[in-house]
């Protein structure tokens, strides 16, 4: 039960290109979120998905696409990086009526 | 508009003393807290959570108290220890939206122990 894994660990980008983070659980987990975290930051809601083939904007969708294809995968887009998307994503899952979220290790990426 | 604050964003204790984290929140539509504990290059782990329903939740070395009517939650460890070195994130839910259970996050708190 590997829980919730990200991919990849680490990636460095140009400023313009597009790039794809993907996060799986295999908890079965109806729910997942994708977080942004930030130096001095909190975390930060991207997008959510409620469901497989469901999305919607979290507190900062602007740049960011979602898909939910398969209810176990949650994928996270950028389709032309900017610097000031410099920063640490973390994907989470739960179910539904419960409040604590599960995370993966993050992905840290750097847009340069 | 922050609605869930952690206003220290650094605590030193030594080893074997009490850790005293604190959080502040805005909006009384949240009705469950919850502390998150994060190790550099790791995801945040869930650690302890409370009802609004209850003062006090306890779980080992790890205790959280709230107080409703000032709308702050702090968590205790004792005693503390060197592996207890991480960062605290506070999260609070309850506030009707459809990201099922949204959290919201504080800022978080980096906690150094010391031997």
């Known amino acids: 039960n590997a829980g919730v894994t990200q991919t990849p660990k680490f990636r460095v980008l140009k400023t313009g290109q597009s790039m794809t983070l993907l996060c799986a659980q295999d908890?079965?987990?109806?729910?997942m979120y994708w977080y942004r975290q930030d130096p001095g930051m909190g975390l930060r809601l991207i997008h959510y998905s409620v469901g497989e083939g469901t999305t919607a904007k979290g507190e900062v969708p602007d740049g960011y696409n979602v898909s939910r294809l398969k209810k176990q995968n949650f994928l996270l887009g950028l389709e032309s990086a900017a610097p000031s998307q410099t920063s640490v994503y973390f994907c989470?899952?739960?179910?539904?009526?419960?409040?604590?979220?599960?995370f993966g290790p993050g992905t840290r990426l750097l847009v340069l | 508009d922050q609605q869930v604050k952690q206003n220290s964003p650094s605590l030193s204790v030594q080893e074997g003393r009490i850790s005293i984290l604190n959080c502040d929140y805005t909006n009384s539509m949240f009705d469950y807290f919850l502390w998150y504990k994060k190790y550099p290059a790791e995801g945040p782990t869930f650690l302890i959570s409370?009802?609004?329903?209850?003062d006090k939740n306890e779980d080992g070395r790890f205790t959280v108290f709230l107080n409703k009517s000032a709308k702050h939650l702090s968590l205790h460890i004792v005693p503390s220890q060197p592996g207890d070195s991480a960062v605290y994130f506070c999260a609070a839910s309850g506030v009707e939206s459809q990201a099922g259970t949204a959290l919201i996050f504080g800022k978080g708190t980096t906690l150094s122990v010391s031997s």
């Open positions: 409370i009802s609004s329903i209850k």
């Open positions: 989470a899952s739960t179910e539904p009526g419960r409040e604590t979220q599960y």
């Open positions: 908890m079965n987990h109806e729910y």
